[in-house]
């Protein structure tokens, strides 16, 4: 590992998935209780260690499903999320959760618009709830609603009130997706520095920094990482538990305990329970994150994979793919009909690729392999009764 990476991430970090709450806030996602079980084994099934399951408060249907999610007992921490309200906290208890996410504003321009208060009324609410959960047997992480917009030095005297109260974890939420990593980084750092509680980072995707930003966070000292799959979340999402797992792991050669191999299924399993499509190019599940078409790339990659491979498709248990399109160079021609048993001479390969870019200008896709064939067997053809083969077929 790098130097520059700070010895308080040289341990594993723990993801919080919270696809369950935050996830199915996104707009016009709705889980059953029956696919939030699915989706809860499927994260626990992929060595996801922390689940955040759902809000009690929402009703008894929803206490309902986080107690059936509950009673799988599944390897992983089931968490609810809860404001700083009695009954709340009482819903939650109902529900099963061994530990809930305790939230409130922190920053003065909410708790002005949401309360008409100070940061007075933020200590006293969390004077009164936080011993009222943990008299209730709850593990409480102190929930510090935009917390990136908050004077950091009353961050601190939060972090230092809950720390006496019994709290675990600070988490940190950017709940507006205001910052960029080096703001994370300066905030989460002066955090640590300050406290010996665990500290979350909840980065959204507003400015498309979330990932980015819960890295700096880690780098900088956070030990837990909030998360939802393929990023699912209000307005532009959250950072996606996909890439914050295997960047942890390819960056930092950190463990996050999660199955890289298994990444793919779980975004399958929530994006059909969401409604939802798998963009082709999202990182780390899209379709098409390791297929190449590009000649010059095509080539690096059949002389050497080291040269156009910075992330090991064999670690999310994938393999490289290439396909034949505009761009595609004669290596890539030669290669693929090689792999059939085919060879062709240097002439008959131009010809082949001719096609190959006039196909795919006019069906704007690649070229499927019967395709190729067709284009094979009429080079073969041309090859034997022509002197002059190329000239109609050459695109400029």
Not at 124 to 137: H, N
Not at 315 to 336: D, M
Not at 352 to 362: D, M, S, T
Request: overall charge negative; glycine content about 8%.
């Amino acid at each position: 590992m790098a130097g520059s990476v700070k010895d308080s991430v040289k341990k594993p970090i723990v993801l919080n998935d919270t696809t369950l709450r935050d996830g199915e806030q996104a707009p016009g996602v709705a889980f059953s209780p029956e696919e939030k079980i699915a989706i809860a084994k499927a994260l626990a099934g992929a060595g996801v260690p922390e689940i955040e399951a759902g809000t009690p408060a929402m009703g008894e249907r929803e206490i309902a499903a986080i107690r059936d999610v509950v009673a799988e007992k599944l390897p992983a921490k089931i968490i609810a999320w809860c404001r700083m309200v009695r009954q709340d906290i009482d819903a939650a208890v109902a529900s099963g959760v061994g530990m809930i996410n305790l939230s409130l504003p922190v920053s003065d321009i909410q708790l002005k618009a949401k309360f008409s208060a100070d940061r007075a009324y933020a200590r006293d609410m969390i004077s009164r709830f936080i011993p009222y959960a943990r008299d209730k047997g709850l593990e409480v992480a102190l929930g510090c609603e935009d917390a990136s917009r908050a004077d950091l030095s009353f961050l601190g005297e939060l972090a230092d009130l809950g720390a006496s109260l019994g709290v675990r974890r600070l988490r940190f939420a950017d709940t507006l997706g205001v910052l960029d990593p080096f703001m994370t980084f300066s905030m989460v750092e002066q955090l640590r520095a300050g406290t010996d509680l665990e500290i979350e980072i909840h980065a959204h995707d507003d400015l498309g920094l979330a990932t980015a930003n819960t890295l700096a966070a880690l780098r900088a000292g956070a030990t837990h990482a909030s998360v939802t799959v393929v990023g699912l979340g209000e307005r532009a999402g959250n950072a996606p538990l996909e890439e914050v797992a295997v960047a942890v792991k390819s960056l930092y050669g950190l463990s996050t305990e999660v199955d890289l191999t298994a990444l793919a299924g779980v975004a399958r399993v929530v994006t059909s329970a969401a409604g939802r499509s798998i963009p082709e190019a999202k990182a780390i599940v899209g379709e098409v994150v390791f297929t190449h078409e590009s000649g010059i790339h095509v080539d690096g990659l059949l002389k050497d994979l080291q040269c156009y491979q910075a992330l090991d498709p064999a670690l999310l248990g994938r393999s490289h793919h290439v396909v034949l399109g505009k761009h595609s160079g004669l290596r890539a021609v030669t290669n693929a009909l090689a792999q059939q048993g085919l060879s062709v001479s240097a002439d008959e390969a131009k010809f082949v690729l001719a096609r190959i870019k006039l196909y795919a200008e006019q069906e704007k896709a690649s070229v499927p392999g019967n395709i190729l064939l067709d284009f094979y067997r009429e080079a073969k053809i041309a090859s034997a009764h022509t002197g002059d083969m190329w000239t109609p077929l050459v695109i400029n």
